[in-house]
């Protein structure tokens, strides 16, 4: 029995023995717990103020950035306009095409007139008709004939004028001065031929003295180029006064 109760209380012991240590063994492993968790607390707390000065960081850095991406404004650069810089030199495009000094201008005045065989035609203080005109090889005159030079004819035209001004004057002068009156003939593309005057002929109108209001008929004569006489173009007579012209179609 005695051994039986030793043995009861030594298994007591033991007993109570293992649940100290057992005690002490969930105490010791508490604390480390409670430690572990309070290190854990810190840490976290720690890792929030390190994101929060992560973020501060960042939103300083973003901030610079920002700042940096902006480019300081230079005193001394040039900031470009819309408008393109004036060019001295550089002709400015007008509305209006530049004259041209050779360009002959449209004149406003009536196309020029043409007359035809027998119609009057006023030249200053005259009024000319030319009733007829005739190619030919010679002239009858009061004591024997005029004759054209060699490779020529006469273009032979009969003319009626009238002295329209308040004295007398001269018609188709052997020497012109101011407004006298003058003939020619005209051809083609610029061709001008002067008068003959027949010496000693009656009926020629060279210098001829006809009073105002006064009339007087004759004849003129120019010599022209066979190939002028032979040819179809158009033939002129052509009279002037100063600036005044007056022309007659004779062929």
Known sequence: MKRKLLTVLLMCTLTL?????????????????????????????????????TQSDDNANTADGTSADKTPADDNQETPTDETPAD????????????????????DETPETIYNLGAGAPLKDWTISVTDAQIVDSIDGDYGYYSPDDGNKYMHV????????????????????GDDVYAEILYSDGYVFSATNLMGYSNDLHDSTINPLSSAKGEIAFEIPDSVADSTEELLIQFSSGND???????
């Open 245 to 251: 012209t007056i022309k007659f179609k004779i062929r």
């Open 158 to 177: 009969f003319v009626a004028v009238n002295n329209d001004g308040k004295q007398a004057d001269r018609f188709l002068p052997s020497y012109q001065m």
């Open 17 to 53: 023995y293992c649940s100290a240590c057992g005690n002490n063994n969930s105490i010791d492993d508490t604390k480390p717990l409670s430690s572990e968790n309070e290190k854990t607390t810190e840490n976290n707390e720690k890792s929030e103020d390190a994101q929060e000065n």
């Open 88 to 107: 001295d030199n550089q002709e400015t495009p007008a509305d209006e095409t530049p004259a041209d000094d050779n360009q002959e201008t449209p004149a």
